[in-house]
Structures are given as C-alpha cells and as structure tokens.
C-alpha cells in the first residue's frame, strides 16, 4: 500500500479531514463549497478541515459569505455534546479493551517496539495505551503528532462556524448523533489490527508532508486530488469504508433534502472526504435532481 494513501486513510477515519499549511491559499477562485439548489431554495455544502491552525485564518470570503447568508449551521454532530466531559469519558471507554487483552498482547514485537520508541521520542510512556485498542492507539497517536506540530480540533472548520454560531444565536443541528458516531469507532478494527498500528507510525514522520498536499486539495475544492490522497486507502478497507463513509452519505441525503425543502438556508459542514466519488455526497444530490455549483 503507498504510504500516502494509508496516512491518509488513517487520519480521514479520525478526523474525516485534516491538514497542515503555512497558509491557506486565497488566490484559489473555487473553494471546497457548493451550493444545491431546486428552484428557489438552496443549502450550502462546505467541506470541512477538522484540525488546522490559528495562522490559517482568516477564511476566504466564500465561506464567510456562505455562513453569514444562512439561517441555520448543520454539523455532523451537534458539538455541544461534544463538550461534556462525560461524553468524552465514553468514548474512551468505547476504546477501550475488555478482560485481559492488552495493546501489547495484540501487537507483534516489532509493531510493538515501534510504537514504544515513537512513543518516547513524544515524550510519552506507551503504557498509558496498553489498555486500549489498536484502533483507539492509532488514531490517538496521529492526531498527538499532528498536535506536536500545532494543529487543533478547536482550530478546525467545525468548531469554528460552531463557535460563530453559538455567539450569533443561530441554531446549530447535527446530521447524526455522538452515540452514533461513537459505534462507527470499531468499525475501524476489521481487518490487520497490527497492519494499521504499523503503517501509522510508518508515516507520522511524514505527516506534515502529506497535510500539505491534503490541504493543497481542499483549497482548490478540487475532488479528483481529494479522491487520490484521501479515500484510496479507504477503499482498500471496504467494510470501513462502506460504514464510515458511504453508509453515512445516505443517510444524510434525505435529510438535506429536507434542509432545502424547509426554505430555511442552511450551511451544511462535513469533512470533505464525503463529496467525492460515486458515492459522494454531490453525486447524490445531483441524482435528487439538485443542481449544485462550486463556489
């Protein structure tokens, strides 16, 4: 499997999109954002970068505009929720192994020795995961080094426009629930448990290479490179790929046809990831008979 793809995947199941840039371009005349339109009304589409850094704002007009022109901000989940401490102590539980089983006792000796050393040069001791599933390790230490190198949830697309939301008093809704969510996590470990952990740490050291060439993509809006670097290692897992990924765009569909129906504008935000291929969520919509324009 190239490297690449895999990174990709790997950090596309954590965070759907991530990325890593001195700067966002504005040069750029399209963006990541659509508009779906069906006679009078219209949703925005915009896909999101889930971790990024202070210095990548502010954003480009276009979706700034897009937000200031709607009434109503749909996320994936609600990240209100998202806040509770609580909520964030079952979702490490969900990570967490049963009985006996440890991270070591799954791992081979030499997925296991990587880990150990990777941990060290972090600054961390790999105890603190033994508990844990190889998925749960995986994603964690990605989304550590990508904060080493000053990438932030808090940062990204989504917590952004939530944050705008909640101090402009404007409604915020969610396309599905976190208990939802929270049972799409095992769905990562079908297949090589050890392969995953493995490859991960494989790539971390070039992770902020890869995070370039993510965002590169992302801010042209452009879905053929998106499709490259973010979703063949997916497709490589079809199982995760089809929860994950495919089964949720489905989901989602009739419910934006509802957004647009109810002559409300509404900004929908979700990692980019979901727009491109076959089975992405512009294709969809252009099958409801949407027609739909990059902005």
């Known amino acids: ?32 954002l659509w508009r779906a339109s069906s006679g009078a009304n219209h949703v925005y589409l915009q896909g999101s970068v889930h971790l990024l850094k202070k210095s990548h704002y502010p954003l480009p007009d276009a979706l700034e505009d897009a937000y200031a022109s709607s009434a109503v901000l749909v996320l994936e989940a609600d990240l209100s929720a998202a806040q509770d401490p609580a909520q964030q102590m079952v979702l490490m539980k969900k990570g967490m192994l049963e009985g006996s089983a440890t991270l070591q006792g799954l791992l081979s000796d030499e997925t296991w020795a990587m880990a150990e050393k990777q941990m060290v040069e972090m600054g961390m001791n790999i105890a603190l995961f033994n508990a844990f599933k190889p998925w749960y390790f995986a994603t964690s230490i990605a989304a550590l080094r990508l904060q080493t190198l000053g990438f932030s949830p808090f940062d990204g697309i989504d917590w952004y426009f939530f944050n705008r939301a909640k101090a402009d008093g404007k409604p915020v809704v969610g396309l599905e629930t976190l208990d939802y969510q929270r049972g799409l996590f095992d769905a990562i470990g079908k297949g090589d448990q050890d392969a995953l952990v493995r490859h991960t740490l494989e790539d971390i050291a070039n992770i902020d290479e890869e995070m370039d060439a993510i965002l590169k993509a992302w801010s042209a809006g452009d879905l053929e490179a998106m499709d490259e670097t973010l979703l063949k290692s997916f497709k490589e897992y079809p199982v995760v790929y089809k929860s994950l990924v495919t089964n949720r765009n489905h989901n989602w569909v009739p419910k934006i046809m509802e957004y647009l129906n109810s002559g409300k504008v509404h900004m929908i935000v979700v990692g980019a990831g979901h727009f491109s291929g076959k089975e992405g969520l512009l294709q969809l919509l252009k099958k409801k008979g949407l027609l739909l324009k990059q902005l």
């Open 1 to 32: 499997m190239h490297r690449r793809h895999f990174i990709a995947g790997v950090i596309g199941v954590l965070l759907v999109l991530v990325a890593g840039a001195p700067q966002i371009a504005r040069a750029e005349t399209k963006h990541c």
